[in-house]
């Protein structure tokens, strides 16, 4: 079931990348409004700094940043998030980094759906998530299957 609800989602496309170019690496920068709901995708070839450059951002650290790149295995795409970093244990940030997860990857999925639509080797990229932590032992990386998985079924006019 969709989490996502696209009509809270503004997706921008940086001038290197555009819904249809394909240069990688493909990078995601994801941030969101605890007040309008919203959340904010930007794609490019570098992460998009200035949106995550806020003192509230730096104080939560609560953006995820994304990379679809060609690793040893083939296409993949990496998800990074900062548990180890902002308010709350790292405990608490873990879960609700595990919680939002799917919304996060359904975002960026139909963010850059028409991407991933028109090339099935890289809608078939694994999707690999980074627990970063200040402390390495905090630190783990995970394997979430696919990113079509996180496709959601809408109808586009």
């Not at 953006?63 to 690793?71: G, N, Q, R, S, Y």
């Not at 900062?82 to 999925?109: D, K, M, N, W, Y």
């Not at 090339?119 to 979430?144: G, L, M, T, Y």
Request: glycine letters at 6%; aromatic letters at 10%; charged letters at 30%.
């Amino acid at each position: 079931m969709a989490r996502l609800r696209p009509e809270k989602l503004k997706v921008r496309f940086l001038c290197s990348q555009s819904l249809e170019n394909l240069v990688l690496p493909r990078r995601y920068t994801l941030t969101h409004s605890d007040k309008t709901g919203e959340l904010f995708l930007t794609v490019g070839l570098e992460y998009d700094y200035k949106q995550i450059k806020g003192w509230y951002t730096r104080l939560l650290r609560d953006e995820v940043l994304a990379e679809l790149i060609m690793d040893e295995n083939g296409p993949a795409l990496h998800v990074y998030c900062q548990i180890g970093r902002g308010l709350g244990t790292r405990g608490f940030r873990e879960a609700i980094f595990r919680r939002e997860l799917p919304l996060v990857l359904e975002s960026i999925r139909h963010g850059d759906h028409i991407f991933f639509d028109q090339r099935p080797q890289f809608d078939d990229s694994d999707v690999i998530i980074h627990f970063c932590a200040k402390k390495p032992e905090n630190e783990c990386i995970e394997n979430w299957g696919p990113i079509n998985k996180y496709k959601i079924d809408i109808e586009f006019s």
